[in-house]
Nanobody, 121 residues
Framework: VQLQACGGGLVQAGGSLRLSCAAS????????MGWFRQAPGKEREFVAA????????SYADSVKGRFTISRDKAKNTVYLQMNSLKPEDTAGYYC???????????????WGQGTQVTVSS
């Protein structure tokens, strides 16, 4: 499985962006797709994840109510809609594929290349 993320950019605080992550190869219903982010000098942190088959989502507390993860099975693509962006959301955003929902990056086997999100104040 290869993951290709895109959609990052520069946005003002309070603005919105939608990230996309297209997957090549089959994604089984039991799979989980997640988004993580990593700011310079910080560890990679969990943002959101979605169970591919049933579409149930999980979020980090820091983004709950502002970000929405979704998936389009027909397009083999997972999205991250980010609203009310804050400067502290600035980071490289990475999509990942795993076998179960986890906030630990170690539980995800496949990773995209990342897309940069910069939020100006």
């Amino acid at each position: 499985v290869q993951l290709q993320a895109c959609g990052g950019g520069l946005v003002q605080a309070g603005g919105s962006l939608r990230l996309s992550c297209a997957a090549s190869g089959r994604i089984f219903s039991s799979s989980v797709m997640g988004w993580f982010r990593q700011a310079p000098g910080k560890e990679r942190e969990f943002v959101a994840a979605i169970r591919w088959g049933v579409g149930i989502a999980s979020y980090a507390d820091s983004v709950k109510g502002r970000f929405t993860i979704s998936r389009d099975k027909a397009k083999n693509t997972v999205y991250l809609q980010m609203n009310s962006l804050k400067p502290e959301d600035t980071a490289g955003y990475y999509c990942a594929k795993g076998s179960f929902v986890s906030s630990s990056s170690m539980q995800y086997n496949y990773w995209g290349q990342g897309t940069q999100v910069t939020v100006s104040s």
